[in-house]
T-cell receptor, first 114, second 111 residues
Framework: NAGVTQTPKFQVLKTGQSMTLQCAQD?????MSWYRQDPGMGLRLIHY???????DQGEVPNGYNVSRSTTEDFPLRLLSAAPSQTSVYFC?????????????FGAGSRLTVL | AQSVTQLGSHVSVSEGALVLLRCNYS??????LFWYVQYPNQGLQLLLK??????LVKGINGFEAEFKKSETSFHLTKPSAHMSDAAEYFC?????????FGTGTRLTIIP
């Protein structure tokens, strides 16, 4: 199994540009989420989804959109990139919706906004 | 509100020495607690977790952690450090809110 696959691994954007970070999982996990990782701040939840057609905001949702049209895919869209969105982004999924279940992480996408 | 505090953003230990990474949490309900490890340029992977039952939890690569309710702690230990343990370690808590991660502790192993 591939697990959680994120693309691209690296991206450089100019301020104001838009882009989509892709996330796909092949484990039939109901729950999917996006985190950003910044030095000294740990991981912060951006958006999450408990199933196809259902999404909700996390701790830092501003400037990001998500959709969940299938169980497998959970893309993260940056509508108008800002330097403050320079970060490493991680997609993670888990079976079911219980908080006791373990998250499986992708390898990350490093985004730089100039 | 739930929270997690990791004491020490950087910890260095000699190869073969005891590893102790500290984690304290707050939660208004009995928590689930996790330790994740991140190797360079990789995503996070689970080391161990506590949900219910035995308070001493054993994980992969010889790590273990003990849930101490009275101290609201979930410290991670390993008796003898190996060079391959060099990584960043994250403690996380799940109470009645979404999973909350600590800010991480970078572990360096001195040869």
């Amino acid at each position: 199994n591939a697990g959680v696959t994120q693309t691209p691994k690296f991206q450089v954007l100019k301020t104001g540009q838009s882009m989509t970070l892709q996330c796909a999982q092949d484990m039939n996990h109901e729950y999917m989420s996006w985190y950003r990782q910044d030095p000294g701040m740990g991981l912060r939840l951006i958006h999450y989804s408990v199933g196809a057609g259902i999404t909700d905001q996390g701790e830092v949702p501003n400037g990001y959109n998500v959709s969940r049209s299938t169980t497998e895919d959970f893309p993260l869209r940056l509508l108008s990139a800002a330097p403050s969105q320079t970060s490493v982004y991680f997609c993670a999924s888990r079976r079911g919706v219980s908080g006791a279940n373990v998250l499986t992480f992708g390898a990350g996408s490093r985004l730089t906004v100039l | 509100a739930q929270s997690v505090t990791q004491l020490g953003s950087h910890v260095s230990v000699s190869e073969g020495a005891l590893v102790l990474l500290r984690c304290n949490y707050s939660s208004s309900v009995p928590p689930y607690l996790f330790w994740y490890v991140q190797y360079p340029n990789q995503g996070l992977q689970l080391l161990l977790k506590y949900t219910t039952g035995a308070t001493l939890v054993k994980g992969i690569n010889g790590f273990e952690a003990e849930f101490k309710k009275s101290e609201t702690s979930f410290h991670l230990t390993k008796p003898s450090a190996h060079m391959s343990d060099a990584a960043e370690y994250f403690c996380a808590v799940k109470g009645n809110e979404k999973l909350t991660f600590g800010t991480g502790t970078r572990l360096t192993i001195i040869p």
